[in-house]
């Protein structure tokens, strides 16, 4: 499975940005999700969405504000951000999970739990 990310940019606090991601490959996708890494830290979950039933899961720092969705006509899964803030800054990354396996979290929120990476796009957001 191959993904690129593409999207990112310099906004202002509480403006919005759409970042996408196109994937390809015949191995069949479970999950698509959404991680972020800020300089100094460590990569974190944001949002995934199930290839099966459309199921989405937020983390807690941007629920309400982004919104994850899928085009498979396009092979393409979308984070659409609104309500930015300067906290949100980081590298985005775009991640396909091919496991079907039962998670005993039941949703795939680890770096583990994704098999395949795309390469990251810088969003920054200015105060």
């Known amino acids: 499975v191959q993904l690129q990310a593409s999207g990112g940019g310099l906004v202002q606090d509480g403006d919005s940005l759409r970042l996408s991601c196109t994937h390809s490959?015949?191995?069949?996708?479970?999950?698509l999700g959404w991680f972020r890494q800020a300089p100094g830290k460590e990569r974190e979950f944001v949002a995934t969405?199930?290839?099966?039933?459309?199921?989405?899961y937020y983390s807690d720092s941007v629920k309400g504000r982004f919104t994850i969705s899928g085009d498979n006509a396009k092979n393409t899964v979308y984070l659409q951000m609104h309500s930015l803030r300067p906290e949100d800054t980081a590298v985005y990354y775009c991640?396909?999970?091919?496991?079907?396996?039962?998670?005993?979290?039941?949703?795939?929120?680890?770096?583990?739990?994704?098999?395949?990476w795309g390469q990251g796009t810088q969003v920054t957001v200015s105060s």
């Open positions: 991640a396909a999970r091919v496991s079907i396996a039962t998670l005993a979290a039941g949703i795939p929120t680890t770096l583990t739990d994704y098999e395949f």
């Open positions: 969405i199930s290839a099966i039933d459309g199921f989405t």
């Open positions: 490959g015949r191995t069949f996708r479970s999950y």
